[in-house]
DNA sequence: TTTAGCACTCGTCAGAATAGAGTGCTAACG
DNA sequence: CGTTAGCACTCTATTCTGACGAGTGCTAAA
């Protein structure tokens, strides 16, 4: 598609442009050395690559800065892989070294990790608890009315919520349906307990205990928690060191996004596995014209999937962000399985 | 302290102020109505009051604008308690109406409705686990080596952590161990546990526990969570429409400092109840010297108490931020106590 | 005591001049 | 024929200027 030389030389612009974020001439590109042309020369490959798509003109006089396109063929083409730095892998070390036991600290302290190395926004998705089945359930009374219902996955996650008991159901009414659940439902897939508990323990409910709506109306209150992927965001600062964001304007849409919760797994969940690089306008998401998303997947005991992210303006170290989330992500599987012992 | 005239003029002053973000003149003020004097008039009291230390004047010839003592003079003497829109009313009565169960579901939304009235930054604490008890303790076995601890206290809130299970304690040693601290720690108060499980329940094991060292730091490890408060945010966008904050450099320090939820729950919390106004300078920390913090205090269950708090420029509308705290604090405390039924 | 009047200060805005970066084109070179 | 040197041209950013206006402080009169 490209010529060697234009690869070259687009390889050089954006190299150059993610540096100083601002527009690269003819010039520059001739003295950096691994071009060995002159200047005009340059000139007029840019031109081409201009015509073709890859580069943009700020003004007639400016020099060149590359498009959506150009930043795409970067990154499936060009992108040298860059090794971390060994300051960086010693962060990774840390990371697997320190043994947190819940998941959710591993997470949070990943997005941490992975912002500070970067400088970009981190955005991490909890577990989806799509292939966890259920270990434990329990109901507490809290009070007369209220009591709070304890949810254990088979990765370790404890959910509770807490619910109004319904009128006229007794204590011991409930310990025996959680009983119930437990005995049966222990090992079943959490996405498929609604209907289990309709197929199999509705019917049991009804025959041995007083009060069959009350209960289900329980359980569904208790098992409509959970669903929700949790969303930790890191370093979402980093936004505003960006030259690109110094317009308040476009600062304020990408970070009140960010503050939306539900948009934001929607746009970071995907079905797909391993790395994917949305830049610009790829992203379905008006407010994420200008930026880039990069994301991975790790798994939790082989069986839960979490997206990990980076989102950052459209000039963004690709080389360097996709090497970091890679051995994160599978840092992150490491660390998050087997912890449960053999 | 200050004359009849002087206090209507400073009054004036920073009711102008706060309204435009523009320093204020004396012509402007003789224009309002409420201070019928001329402006050469007003420009005498103005320069006492300048000289008293209540305004400031950014360069010679423009107007003046308030300094620190001058709001703490307004707040404290001259703001008036606006009454609420009616519309603001609404979202109070939602709030009441929702009728959510979870105390942290409760916050949550107290803390977006907050953001979205006022237009500035919401910043709530959890409440403070200090005069909560023990309801009920439990150890969960998740594998071999790992158990999950779940907390459950008197006002209703869960709090879980994964453990990992020392060498050579046995599931029923671990169960033996629960019904123990249930047995004898069910009421006890929450910053009392500690004590009371190494001067109650350290003998106990000790005599008829086979691991007396494992047992001990595995309950360590399960009582060592759940002490910081949590710190919910909402509305930190609105710090951007700010045009105090148009500079990124001040916007950054602050919405930096925002991440950093231990040093926030440092920042908010305070034995005073009731409201507390922070203006500028009078707050500890660096970061917020151009800004002010309003808080004030829930009970949940008469037992726990939070902080619920907004952040904005120390140009902000001290009357209405200070009678919406007032009116939510009051409502969230409603809504928190004598959930549990009668 | 209050106010009108006036000279003065200072920041802001618009326009002009300048410098500089970078381009596109043409013609020469190997 | 690809490459390069040279040059005119374009456009932006910066600096400077002067005009303007908002606001003050002071003085003197009401």
Same mark, same amino acid.
């Given at each position: 598609?490209?010529?060697?030389?234009?690869?070259?030389?687009?390889?050089?612009?954006?190299?150059?442009?993610?540096?100083?974020?601002?527009?690269?001439?003819?010039?520059?590109?001739?003295?950096?050395?691994?071009?060995?042309?002159?200047?005009?020369?340059?000139?007029?490959?840019?031109?081409?690559?201009?015509?073709?798509?890859?580069?943009?003109?700020?003004?007639?006089? +400016?020099?060149?800065?590359?498009?959506?396109?150009?930043?795409?063929?970067?990154?499936?083409?060009?992108?040298?892989?860059?090794?971390?730095?060994?300051?960086?892998?010693?962060?990774?070390?840390?990371?697997?070294?320190?043994?947190?036991?819940?998941?959710?600290?591993?997470?949070?302290?990943?997005?941490?990790?992975?912002?500070?190395?970067?400088?970009?926004?981190?955005?991490?998705?909890?577990?989806?608890?799509?292939?966890?089945?259920?270990?434990?359930?329990?109901?507490?009374?809290?009070?007369?009315?209220?009591?709070?219902?304890?949810?254990?996955?088979?990765?370790?996650?404890?959910?509770?919520?807490?619910?109004?008991?319904?009128?006229?159901?007794?204590?011991?009414?409930?310990?025996?349906?959680?009983?119930?659940?437990?005995?049966?439902?222990?090992?079943?897939?959490?996405?498929?307990?609604? +209907?289990?508990?309709?197929?199999?323990?509705?019917?049991?409910?009804?025959?041995?205990?007083?009060?069959?709506?009350?209960?289900?109306?329980?359980?569904?209150? +208790?098992?409509?928690?959970?669903?929700?992927?949790?969303?930790?965001?890191?370093?979402?600062?980093?936004?505003?060191?960006?030259?690109?964001?110094?317009?308040?304007?476009?600062?304020?849409?990408?970070?009140?996004?960010?503050?939306?919760?539900?948009?934001?797994?929607?746009?970071?969940?995907?079905?797909?596995?391993?790395?994917?690089?949305?830049?610009?306008?790829?992203?379905?998401?008006?407010?994420?014209?200008?930026?880039?998303?990069?994301?991975?997947?790790?798994?939790?005991?082989?069986?839960?999937?979490?997206?990990?992210?980076?989102?950052?303006?459209?000039?963004?170290?690709?080389?360097?962000?996709?090497?970091?989330?890679?051995?994160?992500?599978?840092?992150?599987?490491?660390?998050?399985?087997?912890?449960?012992?053999?």
């Amino acid at each position: 598609m490209l010529s060697e030389r234009q690869s070259m030389i687009l390889n050089a612009i954006v190299d150059d442009y993610i540096r100083s974020a601002e527009p690269v001439g003819s010039r520059s590109i001739s003295k950096r050395g691994d071009v060995a042309f002159s200047p005009a020369t340059i000139r007029n490959e840019m031109a081409d690559l201009e015509e073709l798509g890859f580069l943009e003109q700020p003004h007639t006089s +400016a020099g060149r800065i590359p498009s959506n396109k150009g930043y795409r063929y970067y990154v499936d083409h060009l992108a040298p892989l860059k090794p971390l730095k060994t300051e960086d892998l010693k962060l990774f070390k840390q990371l697997a070294a320190e043994k947190l036991n819940a998941v959710e600290e591993v997470i949070q302290h990943a997005g941490t990790v992975l912002a500070s190395m970067t400088n970009y926004t981190s955005i991490l998705l909890g577990p989806e608890m799509f292939n966890t089945s259920l270990r434990h359930f329990r109901l507490l009374p809290l009070s007369e009315t209220t009591a709070v219902a304890i949810i254990v996955t088979s990765s370790g996650e404890v959910e509770n919520k807490t619910v109004t008991i319904p009128e006229g159901v007794s204590v011991s009414e409930m310990e025996r349906m959680a009983n119930l659940l437990n005995a049966r439902l222990e090992g079943v897939p959490m996405h498929k307990l609604k +209907a289990r508990i309709y197929s199999e323990i509705a019917q049991e409910i009804q025959r041995h205990a007083d009060h069959y709506e009350g209960l289900m109306k329980l359980l569904d209150d +208790a098992f409509a928690a959970g669903k929700d992927q949790k969303v930790f965001l890191s370093g979402t600062t980093n936004m505003l060191i960006q030259p690109e964001f110094r317009d308040i304007g476009k600062l304020k849409t990408v970070l009140d996004l960010l503050e939306e919760t539900p948009t934001l797994t929607r746009l970071l969940s995907s079905e797909q596995k391993g790395i994917q690089v949305r830049i610009g306008s790829e992203n379905i998401h008006q407010a994420f014209v200008n930026c880039s998303l990069i994301t991975a997947t790790y798994s939790l005991e082989g069986e839960a999937f979490g997206t990990i992210g980076i989102l950052g303006p459209t000039r963004m170290e690709y080389a360097k962000v996709i090497g970091t989330l890679d051995l994160l992500s599978r840092a992150m599987s490491r660390a998050l399985t087997g912890r449960h012992g053999a």
